[in-house]
Every structure is written in structure tokens, then in C-alpha cells.
């Protein structure tokens, strides 16, 4: 989000943290999900909630009609915040209200001191689809019915609640996102609320606890804010690791120094 709408996001999470306080996390979530949802399906609604021309009062006004007893008061007053706002497009509105359902999930999460397993589990299980293509391709099917049950079916008791609960919803309600990108966003926006980096680290072969610790307080020095690894093992690597924070990578490995040498040459 750009410009007014990265303002009206700070007044719409600083109100929902007032509200939040005393809600059922997992509960919350769920219905924010459910609003998000909702305007995605619904145009003429979210065109109407995010009219620029008509009144804040109106629409809070829509919105407590539309969903009062429906849903918790917390998660009332978050939509009710999110459409008082003003937002450069549309979609940002629904975006917004997408985006509390994760902040409520991930401190579902750390009020359970889950958040560490629920960053892990989302990556591990974006390495899962690279590896599963038919579990991909059926999740990534927006006809398929019973994507939820499935997922409940293999993961039940094997992930925290707080991964489940996430997945789920990507998995109904991609908004037009494929799987692996809303599962490294929802990984960005966890790790934001911690006001940390994620970093990919690629290695040839599994790095140790010393390794590990010694590598994110490298990062932490060099980025001066905690960085969460997430370690994969890729046999193309070839010897020593590579690291992606965002766009920017650092390269130590051998395959990467051997292409560095072509590119040279070839230039």
C-alpha cells in the first residue's frame, strides 16, 4: 500500500489493538477472514464502502447494520475502523481487513509461544508444494470443494493451531494469490509484528544450532534488527550457503561463484 493508504492502515491497526485486547484470537481471525472475503465477493458493496465521496458515519453505519450479531464486537469495530478509512484503491480495503485477520492469528500464536513454530511451519509447508505437485495442484484449484477438510486430514495435531488456521484460508481464499506467495506474505507479516527479517538460507547441507545462532547474529549485527532463518537444504548449492532477505542476496556458495565467473566472461 502507497501513500493514504499506508496512513489509514496505521490509524485502522492502532484502533484494532484497542479492540483486540480482550477477543478470542482464533475467533477474530476467523471472521476478519470472513469479512475479507466478503468484499472480495461482493463489488458493488466494497466500491460502496470505499467511496472516497461518502461520509465516514455512513458507512460505519452500513457496515454495524450488515454485521452486528454476526460477528464478535472486536472484529465489528476493526471493519467499521477499515471502512471510516480512506483508501487509494478499493481492494486495499479488503486487503487491510485481511491483514488484522493475520495480525489476530499471529498473537493467537505468541500468547500460545507459537509464533517460532508458525513462521517454521509456513515455510516448511511452502517446501511441502514445491515437492507435492498434485497437492498443490488440488490446492491450488479454486473449484475444488473440501480443500479445508483435507488439509485438517494432514495436519491436524501436526502444526500449530495458528499454521492450520492460516493455510486454511489461503487455501479457500487465495485472492488471487498462488499459494507460495501468500504463504512467504503471511511469513512477512508474522515476522513484522515482531519487527524482524525473514531470511531464506540455502545450504548443501543442513546447517547446526552453533551454525544457525552464529549466522543470525551475523544478520542481526549487519541489518541491526533480528532475523528469523528459514533454512533449506538444495544440493545445487554445491558447498557454503546463500541468503535472501527480501530482493537482496548473499551469495557464498560455489555454484554462485562459478556463474559469477561466466557472467564475467561472457561480458
Known sequence: ???????????????????????????????????????DR?????????????????????????????????????????????????????DAVERLGVIAAASEAESQHRLDDVEDELFRFGR???????????????AKPGKDQLLHALLD?????????????????PR????????????????????RLVAVVSSAVPLSEAQKQRLAAWLRATYGRDVHLNVE??????????VRIGDEIIDTTIAGRIEEVRRRLAG
Open 1 to 39: 500500500m502507497r501513500g493514504l493508504s499506508r496512513t489509514s492502515l496505521a490509524e485502522v491497526e492502532e484502533r484494532f489493538n484497542s479492540v483486540a485486547g480482550s477477543a478470542e484470537l482464533g475467533t477474530l481471525a476467523d471472521e476478519l477472514f470472513a469479512v475479507a472475503d466478503l468484499f
Open 42 to 94: 461482493e463489488h458493488g458493496l466494497r466500491r460502496s464502502l470505499s467511496d472516497p465521496s461518502r461520509p465516514a458515519e455512513q458507512k460505519a453505519q452500513a457496515v454495524q447494520f450488515l454485521l452486528e450479531g454476526k460477528v464478535s464486537t472486536a472484529a465489528l469495530e476493526s471493519t467499521v475502523a477499515v471502512v471510516s478509512a480512506k483508501w487509494s484503491q478499493s481492494g486495499d480495503m479488503a
Open 128 to 142: 511441502i508444494l514445491a515437492a507435492n505437485p498434485e497437492l498443490r495442484r488440488v490446492l491450488a484449484d479454486p
Open 157 to 173: 495435531d501436526k502444526v500449530a493451531p495458528t499454521t492450520l488456521r492460516l493455510l486454511v484460508h489461503l487455501a479457500v481464499h
Open 176 to 195: 488471487g494469490r498462488n499459494l507460495e506467495l501468500g504463504l512467504e506474505e503471511f511469513g512477512r507479516l508474522i515476522a513484522l509484528q515482531r519487527q
Open 233 to 242: 537444504v538444495d544440493p545445487k548449492v554445491l558447498g557454503g550457503f546463500s
